[in-house]
Structure formats: C-alpha cells, structure tokens
C-alpha cells in the first residue's frame, strides 16, 4: 500500500498580519510557520494506518512551497512518514487552489497511490477546495471533513460531520482521498530521537515548474483588514424585552438556537 | 557567522512549547500551592518518553542525540509553563551526561536507559551538605573500603528529586589524607540501597513541585562497581559536570524571566488607569525595554555556551557568564512584572508572583553568582598570568 499526506506551512494564526508589498497575500517576514493543523490530523491518521498494518504501507508526505516548508515535512518525517516531497514553489501563495491540486495530481499521477491523505482546509487561505480538486483530477472518491477513520481489506468508513453536528458513516473503496477534521484524532508530539532520525529520511526536491503547466482559474486582487467595527449592540429597557430580543438575536444571526 | 536556529532545533523548541502550552501550564499553578506529586510525575514521565531525559544522550543509550544547543531551547520552554519541572529535567540530563562522560560500559548500559526511558523517573546529584555548599571540597561525607566495596556515611542537603530518583550521584571522601578535593570520588547509589535514607523535604520559596531533600548516608554499602570514574576524581567531575549544569539553570531562568515578562507586557496592554493603557505610560515602557533587553542579552550568552558545549570547545566561562546574567536577568524581570501589575501581582490570582519566587533559586543553586563570578575572574585572569 502506497499512502500520500498533503500538507501545508502555515504561518502561526496568533500573529499580527499584514498585506504584502503587491498588496494581494500577507507579508511572511517576522512571522513563524508551522504545519496547518487539519493537516496534522492527517499525518496522525496515515500513520496510526501505517502502524495498524504492521509498517507495512509506504507513507509519502507533500508540500508545495518555499524552502521553508522543508520544517514542516521533517516534523511529517519525525512523527512517522517514510519519505517527503518537497514541490518548490517560491510563489506559492500566488497560485490558485486549481493550480496547488494540479502540480500534486502531476506528481501523484505516476505513483499510484492507495489513499490520500489532506487537512479540510488550510487555516490561513481556507479553501477546503485543493484535497477534492485533487481527488477529481485523479479521477478517485473522495469524502470531506472526516472525523473518524477505519481502514479494512481495501475499503475505508469513515465518520463525516455535517452541519448541525449531525455526523454520516461513508464507505469507500479505494483508491481514495479523505479531508481530515478537527476531532479526528490527537497528533503525536514527534519525539526527538525521531526529529533527529528524520535527518536521515529522504526529501525529494520538485522544481514546480516541471509539473505545473496550469494557468491559475481564479486570481486573489488584493488582501486587507476589514473596516474596524464600532461597537456590538447594547441592549436596553425592560429585562423581559431585552431578553425577547437577544432570543430574536440568537436565532436570527447565530446558530445556537433552532 | 550564523545565528539562525537548524530546522531539528526549532522542531524541538516547538515539541517542548507545544507540551509545555498543553501539559505543563494548565497545572503549574495548583502543583506550586497545593503539590500533586502523581500529575508532576506523569508529566514527567511523558516526557521521558518524547526524549526530554537524555538530550545529550547517544542513541545506543536510549538518548536523543540532539546537542546542548537545543537542550538550552528545550529547558527554557519548559521553564516558561512549570519551573519545577524544567528544574527536575534539566538535573536528570545534568546526570546522564555525567553518566555518559566518566560511567564505566556496564554503568551507561544499566543507568542511561532507564533514566533517559522515565524507567526512573528522576535521577539525583547529591553533591552539597550542610558544610559544603559554595565550598563544595569541604565535604565531609566518608567512602571507606568495605570487604571488595565501599561504605559510605554522611548527611547530603538540598538533594533535588530525592523522594523519587532511581540512582544518586554521590559525592565522598576516600582519601581523608589527600589535599583538599583531591581525596574525593563519586559513586552511583541506588534508590533502595539499605542505608541511604530520604530525610525531610524542604518547604521552600519557589519551585515548590520540584522536591528538595535532606539524604542521609548511614553505613549505606554499595559494591565496588558503584566508584564513578576514577578514584578520588570526584571534585574534577563535580566541577566539570556542573559547568554543562549551568547552561541548563540559566535557560531555565531565562524562561521564567521570559514567561513573567510576557504576562505583565500582556496584562498592562489592557488594563487603564488614567484613562490610558498602562503600556502608553513612560515608566512601563521602559521596564518592558530593559526587561527584553536584557533576556535577549541572556538569550545570546546562553546560545553561545551551548553551541561552544556542542562543537567540543571550552565553555566552563562562557556558561558561567549565561547562568549569572541570565538569572540575575530573570530575577530582575520578575520583580519588574510584579510591579507592573501592582496588587494583583502579589496575589496568587496571576503567575507572576509564582515566577517571581520561581526565578529566585536561579541565582543561588548550581553555583552561587558569587561562585560564578569568581570561576569568571579565575578564567579571565588565566589569559592575563
């Protein structure tokens, strides 16, 4: 079984962000990356699968970007990926979801791989749209936002969550693709004999260029700060009315009333 | 010339900040007042296994290989949650590397794996006594020759992790006749051994979940296979062991110095007096500006003693500049954020008045700042003679 786990370097979210100079992505200098969190889950759960059967599956992990990235795929590497890919992309941030799903489908295409493992989404762009477009460049199943995960005899059921917290079982056959979510698993912190074993592991190096031929479908026209907002509403008057009217508010504008 | 941190070294730093973030910081505050020696142990325990133990360690060992530079990283980020803890790791490391320096095959094969697996859950340097503290060849415990062994007797204070450590370094005189510290040898002392008897715990200021023990030698019989290194080396590897120890205790304050400062720079960011934030007043911004300042400065004197530590270079002055200015570093921070907060920072409603009593030992344990600057004068005077 041959497995492969997407992932991407995202800046750490407690950061202060600002545009770039081209005003269209925000300027990385002074911030700390670290890998997406949803991808997280997904190297947990590509190698609680490795370990369910026996260490046998081979289990390659990918990233598309600067060399920074290279960080992110040794901490994939130190909780228990065999191999990492990086796809060099100093402009990265400029492509599309199409793109991004494109250059991995050229490089996935000729390594026949058994399952594929991605985040849901990406906390910093939050597309949620590269894992599925790379599902359906492959032409394999895929299934999204999943929060538990069985592998046996070549088919995989996993537990989706749906809106309203209501959840779905899914069976699949594979080859398949699954976007992993919050609740999924707990990630391992690597231990450091691993962090430091993952030195030895190999880390191919893919100019985009040699498998992106894609033009981008849809172009990011600038990146800012939304207007500051003035205050929330004060409610005010008799606390019978005011609470008729937070129950209106509840309801109306949020989800935690039905 | 690089001051960049390698990818392995940032990937640890994050591990310890992840695990301190989730492990250690939601508890530290109840171990400080109330002590809850099962959470403290088990924390420890995983952090053995993540390879927190042995940092130094080779792999053949059960160590993690890492070097000193990202063991500085490591404590700092554990210090910055849980002193007490960062305290007990930096000491286990402090004895698996004298282990590893001076053991014998069979002493690295039965001891290093056990304390760099959590096996153990510490392990205990039993150097100081009431008479030797600063003046550490003064001491007074006797090893003497026993049928093929030895038997030791004497009072040891101050014994970090000494309710719960598997092995102790202890420190005797076998040659009363020999000048001073040059009649001193080490031995390995298991947990158990009939006649090493764990005395009273201190009640003390700051890293109070850490247990700090009075350990009595009464006869205690060990077999020859206990003699640490050579005979009556002892004081030449105290020494030499506490230099590496002192990169560990001055990354520890620089992390509580870190950890005090972040939260009073945090809490004046919001709180208003005179219809300002505390932050837009001079004199708070002037606290932060020398308090980060000076960490930074820690920082850098400590990343220098480690990556000297680490490529084979000496490094006994350099550690001791790190361990003195990061902890008077650290102790001055401290009493800053405390003053940042005012009342509440004095209450134990808010860590600083935690960090405040934590940071306070920096400058005393594992060397005196007086001792270091001393062990400094001696090494600079050296190139002057």
């Known amino acids: 079984m041959k497995i492969l786990v997407c992932i991407k370097q995202v800046p750490d979210m407690e950061s202060r962000f600002k545009p770039d100079s081209a005003g269209v992505w925000y300027s990385d200098t002074d911030l700390a990356f670290r890998m997406n969190e949803y991808d997280e889950y997904a190297v947990e759960q590509a190698v609680q699968l490795k370990e369910q059967l026996g260490g046998e599956p081979e289990v390659v992990v990918l990233s598309v970007g600067p060399d920074r990235v290279v960080e992110a795929l040794k901490k994939a590497l130190a909780m228990g990926c065999d191999r990492a890919v990086q796809v060099q992309d100093p ?65 995989v059921t996993v537990r989706r969550e749906l809106e309203g917290g209501l959840k779905a079982r899914v069976q699949l056959k594979t080859p398949a693709l699954v976007t992993c979510q919050l609740g999924l698993n707990v990630p391992r912190y690597p231990t450091l004999p691993n962090i430091m074993k993952a030195k030895k592991k190999e880390i191919l190096t893919l100019p985009v260029g040699e498998l992106l031929h894609e033009e981008a479908r849809s172009v990011t026209a600038s990146f800012y700060a939304p207007p500051k907002k003035s205050g929330g509403i004060v409610l005010e008057g008799d606390v019978a009315v005011q609470v008729d009217q937070l129950l209106d508010i509840l309801r109306d504008k949020t989800t935690v009333l039905r | 010339m690089n001051l960049e941190l390698t990818e392995e070294q940032k990937l640890i730093q994050e591990t310890a900040r992840q695990f301190a973030a989730e492990r250690l910081a939601p508890i530290a505050a109840r171990l400080d007042l109330e002590g ?41 980020e554990l210090a910055r949650a849980c002193a007490s803890t960062a305290v007990t790791v930096s000491v286990n490391n402090m004895v698996c590397e004298l282990i590893q320096s001076v053991g014998s095959e069979e002493q690295k094969q039965r001891y290093l794996p056990r304390i760099c697996s959590g096996s153990y859950p510490a392990a205990s340097f039993a150097l100081t006594e009431p008479g030797a503290g600063s003046d550490a060849a003064a001491l007074a415990t006797r090893a003497e020759p026993d049928g093929a062994g030895w038997r030791l007797s004497g009072t040891k204070v101050f014994i970090t992790s000494a309710p719960y450590a598997g092995v102790f370094v202890v420190w005797a005189v076998t040659d ?188 005393i344990y594992e060397g005196t700042n007086e001792i270091q600057r001393l062990i400094i004068a001696r090494e600079v005077l050296r190139s002057f003679s």
């Open chain 1, 91 to 155: 402009a990265a941030h400029l492509k599309d979801p199409w793109q991004i799903a494109s250059a991995i489908a050229a490089y996935a295409k000729g390594e026949n791989f058994n399952l594929i493992f991605t985040g849901l989404q990406s906390q910093d762009r939050g597309s949620a749209q590269v894992g599925v477009t790379l599902a359906e460049i492959l032409g394999i199943a895929s299934v999204t936002t999943i929060v538990g995960f069985e592998y046996a005899d070549g088919s």
């Open chain 2, 36 to 76: 809850d020696r099962e959470s403290f142990l088990a924390n420890l325990k995983e952090l053995a296994c993540l390879g927190f133990m042995g940092l130094n360690v080779s792999q053949t060992y059960g160590g993690s290989e890492t070097g000193s530079v990202a063991f500085s990283l490591a404590i700092t």
């Open chain 2, 176 to 363: 009363p006749a020999a000048a001073k510290g040059g009649g001193i040898s080490c031995f390995l002392v298991e947990a158990g051994t009939p006649g090493l008897v764990v005395g009273r715990e201190e009640l003390k200021t700051g890293q109070r979940a850490s247990a700090t023990n009075e350990v009595l030698l009464e006869n205690c019989r060990v077999p020859a296979e206990a003699l640490l290194g050579r005979l009556n080396d002892g004081y030449r590897i105290a020494m030499s062991e506490l230099a590496g120890g002192r990169i560990g205790i001055g990354s520890l304050a620089l992390g509580v110095g870190l950890a005090a400062m972040d939260f009073a720079t945090s809490y004046a960011s919001q709180r208003v007096q005179f219809e300002r934030k505390l932050v837009e007043f001079e004199a708070l911004q002037w606290m932060i500006a020398d308090s980060y300042t000076e960490l930074e400065a820690a920082r850098l004197l400590l990343m220098n003693a480690a990556f000297r530590k680490e490529t084979g270079k000496s490094f006994a002055k350099e550690a001791s500049m790190a361990k003195l200015f990061a902890s008077d570093a650290a102790n001055r921070a401290c009493y800053k954020a405390v003053q940042m907060l005012g009342g509440y920072g004095y209450t134990a409603s808010y860590p600083v008045e935690r960090f405040a009593r934590d940071a306070r030992i920096t400058s």
